[in-house]
């Protein structure tokens, strides 16, 4: 199963990811059977006349991950959804490495983005997971993504293909940043997400802690009107989110800590693929 992960992300990724790898270099009128994703559409209304953006191959990619390590990814029934994350983060890191490609990394708890330069071998991803499996006991404000997208735009100097990594647990505003950054990279989202957050078992009379402020609160999981508002606040959260991910146009893959995320992974690969040889984006 990772050898079949090991080439869609890989041995494809030309096609998984669509100019991730590729440096543009000039414009040229458009042409019968050109590829239509690569038309220009500010050119082709300055000119009126439909042109194309062309690129230099480059073989070597940079793969940065952006990686939301704030408090509230130590939650989690089966396992912590930090846990999940750094065995996705070191199980894609690993994939690109091991073909040549540079990897990188900006983990963020909440206060400050910490930058991992991105750089090839196995030495640059094994500093990224032994990062990621640090200890996190600080509580915070609520975290806000856009302090580590917006932190990021400078950083990318190259194109290059980004995983925003997270459980979006945010203050609202990380969709603007993330839809620039869009614009000139190619980004994926990765979504983590705990069955129990919109459906808590039945434990009785409970205290709760907010992982990040510290606050508390007594519930009682027997009550069914709790179950009811807290899985229709989900439901309409899940809504907003993938609206604002539409907005950013960008692709969001959610991943649970109930489920095996590399069938996940492979599902959500294939079906980027199709869509690739379909024209989509």
């Given at each position: 199963m990772i050898?079949?992960?090991?080439?869609?992300l890989?041995?494809?990724?030309?096609?998984l990811f669509?100019g991730?790898g590729l440096?543009?270099?000039?414009?040229?009128?458009?042409?019968?059977a050109?590829d239509?994703?690569?038309?220009?559409w500010?050119?082709t209304?300055?000119?009126?006349e439909?042109?194309?953006?062309?690129?230099?191959?480059?073989?070597q990619?940079?793969?940065?991950f952006?990686?939301?390590?704030?408090?509230?990814l130590?939650?989690?029934t089966?396992r912590?959804k930090?846990?999940?994350v750094?065995?996705?983060?070191?199980?894609?890191?690993?994939?690109?490495?091991?073909?040549?490609?540079?990897?990188?990394?900006?983990?963020?708890?909440?206060?400050?983005?910490r930058?991992?330069p991105?750089?090839?071998?196995?030495?640059?991803?094994?500093t990224?997971?032994?990062?990621?499996?640090?200890?996190?006991?600080?509580?915070?404000?609520?975290t806000?993504l856009s302090?580590?997208?917006?932190?990021m735009?400078?950083?990318?100097a190259r194109?290059?293909?980004?995983?925003?990594i997270?459980d979006f647990?945010?203050?609202?505003?990380?969709?603007?940043?993330?839809?620039?950054?869009?614009?000139?990279h190619?980004?994926?989202?990765?979504r983590?997400?705990?069955?129990s957050?919109?459906?808590l078992?039945?434990?009785g009379?409970?205290?709760?802690e907010?992982?990040?402020?510290?606050?508390?609160?007594?519930?009682?999981?027997?009550?069914?009107?709790?179950?009811?508002?807290?899985?229709?606040?989900?439901?309409?959260?899940?809504?907003?989110?993938?609206?604002?991910?539409?907005?950013?146009?960008?692709?969001?893959?959610?991943?649970?800590?109930?489920?095996?995320?590399?069938?996940?992974?492979?599902?959500?690969?294939?079906?980027r693929?199709?869509?690739?040889?379909?024209?989509?984006?």
């Amino acid at each position: 199963m990772i050898r079949r992960l090991d080439g869609l992300l890989q041995g494809d990724y030309r096609t998984l990811f669509h100019g991730a790898g590729l440096d543009f270099n000039d414009l040229r009128p458009y042409q019968f059977a050109d590829d239509v994703r690569t038309i220009d559409w500010n050119t082709t209304a300055r000119l009126r006349e439909p042109h194309i953006k062309r690129y230099n191959e480059d073989r070597q990619l940079d793969a940065w991950f952006l990686v939301d390590t704030s408090p509230s990814l130590d939650f989690g029934t089966k396992r912590p959804k930090r846990e999940l994350v750094v065995d996705l983060v070191g199980t894609l890191a690993a994939t690109l490495a091991r073909h040549g490609n540079r990897v990188g990394a900006c983990l963020f708890d909440g206060s400050l983005p910490r930058l991992f330069p991105a750089a090839t071998g196995r030495k640059s991803v094994l500093t990224i997971l032994r990062a990621l499996l640090e200890p996190n006991h600080e509580t915070t404000a609520e975290t806000d993504l856009s302090v580590l997208l917006n932190a990021m735009a400078g950083v990318l100097a190259r194109r290059a293909l980004v995983f925003v990594i997270s459980d979006f647990y945010s203050t609202p505003g990380w969709q603007v940043p993330l839809g620039m950054m869009a614009h000139r990279h190619e980004v994926l989202a990765v979504r983590i997400h705990d069955p129990s957050e919109n459906q808590l078992p039945d434990l009785g009379a409970v205290w709760f802690e907010d992982a990040e402020t510290g606050g508390q609160l007594l519930v009682d999981t027997r009550d069914r009107g709790f179950q009811r508002r807290l899985a229709q606040v989900y439901g309409e959260r899940d809504k907003t989110i993938e609206v604002l991910f539409k907005r950013a146009g960008v692709d969001v893959q959610t991943l649970s800590t109930a489920d095996d995320f590399v069938r996940s992974l492979l599902g959500w690969a294939e079906r980027r693929k199709f869509r690739k040889s379909q024209g989509g984006s």
